[in-house]
Every structure is written in C-alpha cells, then in structure tokens.
C-alpha cells in the first residue's frame, strides 16, 4: 500500500507542477502560489469542520506549520525555475528533495533491504540522469540551477515535516490545513513586499486586464492547489504506513510526470540520456515495490 500511495503522489505532484510551471509563464510566480495555496486552503476548511479534525489540535501542528513555513519558499524557487528552462530538466533535478527525507528516515534507524536499496539507489539515480545533460553554460542557466537546488531542499524539508504531522484521518485534514494557512500567510507577505517595490501581482499591462486573466485561470489554479494537497495527504499516508525511504522515493518520481506532460504538451523533446533515466527511475520503482 506504500508504494501505491508514493506513485498516486508522484502523479499528483507530477500534474501540479506542470499546471504551476504554465501558469507562471502568463502571471507571477507568487500570485499563483499565493492564490492556489488559498483556493486549497478554503476546501480544507470545508473538510476539517465537516469532519470534526479541530479536536485533533496538538504539538504535532508544529511539524505542519514548518513545513507551510517552508513550502513557499520551494514553490516560488520552482516555479521561476520552471518558466525559465525546460521543464523536462528543471524538475527532474529538485529530485534532489528525496535525499532529505532518505537521509532522516535513515538517521531515525530505518534500514531498506538489500532489494530495496538496490532499488532506492537506481531510482535515485535515473531521476537524476532524467535531468542532466542542460547543465552547462550561461549565467541564466547557473540561475535556473541554483533556484532549483533551493527548490529540492526545501520540497525535501516539507517531505520531512509533514510525516509528522498527524497520525489520524481527521488529524490529516487539520495538518493539510495549517501547512496550507501557512503557506498562504508566508506566500502572501511576499506577494505584498512585491507589491509594494512596484512589481504587480496580476498579469497583463492592465488591472483590468490582469483580473479577466486571473478569473479564467481559477480552475487551473484550483487544480495545481488541490492536487499539490492531495500529494501531501497520500504521501502522509504513504510515510506513515511504510518505510519512508521508500515513500520518499517512490513519491519523488514526480519529475518524470512531469517531464512527460512537458513532452506531451509543449512539444520538449528528451534527449536519449533522459529517456535512459526515466527508465531506470522505473526499473528502481519496481525494485523497490517488490522488495
């Protein structure tokens, strides 16, 4: 049930980071965490009275509101990544992430088998191949590189965080809930800092015009926000019911998702060394299931 759950997270996380790298090629970066991270936040507001998660208020919150704290930063880091070079690379490189929660679940005492290390170390490897043969160059390049390498320790911390923050179903949509009041929150007051130095948080030369592009983008930005809560809460799940190397592996092959929309819609072609990743990414994936 694990494995299923980290690949039901990879694939969620996959589609949101594709949806959130379009996007912020037509408005700014924060305007589309700030306002997707809201739209998530109010249909976890729904849930949490509906199921009555208030009473699972605790210390574990803490984890959650670390990991909110965080995430922006990750988000907004990826995102200008993303508009800046081909997608196919740039998210197969904040892969990285994985080797945070590897690295804690290790620390916590936790030993894969040998299959599964096997499997661990080659997937690990082909999401990185997936994205290496663009790094060299130009100082926009160096840039987009180093945005990314933000991006993968930060994404890496909320995977570290997030496990912790419940043990319960109705706990699960309290901690989505906080993690997303404080995405909001961190993402927001970045968003007015921008504001105030004189950069806009709607697109277009307009605010009109800004508006009328924001309000048609809505449902996209209710997607990316939605489907990035439902990556966390099954990866939670995933974490909580198995090892996390394996969860976080698993869960970490969401660049290939991506990489493949990116190939689907926009046309990037995969050289034959990224191509070579994404399979042996598969091949680590089926050895670490059957391990």
């Known amino acids: 049930m694990t494995a299923v759950l980290a690949l039901v997270t990879s694939l969620m996380w996959g589609l949101a980071d594709f949806g959130g790298g379009l996007l912020t090629r037509r408005m700014p970066a924060l305007t589309v965490v700030v306002v997707s991270q809201t739209l998530a936040m109010s ?9 009555g998660g208030w009473s699972e208020w605790g ?4 984890f959650a509101v670390g990991a909110g704290a965080v995430g922006p930063v990750a988000m907004l880091a990826f995102y200008r990544a993303l508009a800046q070079g081909p997608m196919g690379v740039v998210s197969p490189l904040a892969s990285l992430a994985v080797l945070v929660p590897v690295g804690a679940g290790l620390a916590l005492g936790e030993r ?6 096997v499997g ?7 999401v990185l191949l997936a994205g290496g043969p663009e790094l060299r160059g130009a100082p926009v390049q160096r840039r987009t590189l180093l945005l990314t390498l933000v991006a993968a320790f930060g994404f890496g911390a909320v995977l570290a965080l997030i496990e912790h923050a419940s043990s319960t179903m109705a706990g699960l ?22 504001v105030r130095r004189g950069t806009p948080a709607l697109p277009g030369p307009t605010r009109e015009e800004g508006r009328r592009t924001l309000t048609a983008a809505l449902p996209a930005l209710a997607f990316v926000g939605l489907a990035d809560v439902a990556a ?17 592996v698993l869960a970490s092959l969401y660049p290939l998702v991506t990489a493949l929309a990116a190939r689907g819609v926009l046309r990037e072609r995969l050289r034959v060394v990224q191509a070579a990743g994404a399979g042996l990414a598969l091949f680590g994936t089926v050895l670490l299931a059957s391990g």
């Open 43 to 51: 249909v976890l507001g729904v849930l949490v009275v509906a199921t």
């Open 59 to 62: 210390p574990q919150l803490w």
């Open 112 to 117: 894969p088998g040998p299959l599964q290390a």
């Open 120 to 126: 661990l170390l080659v997937a690990v490897g082909g």
């Open 173 to 194: 949509f309290l901690a989505l809930f906080v993690q997303r009041v404080c995405n909001v929150l961190v993402g927001g007051a970045a968003l007015y800092a921008q």
């Open 232 to 248: 966390n809460g099954t990866y939670m799940v995933a974490a909580q019911l198995g090892p996390v190397t394996v969860a976080a």
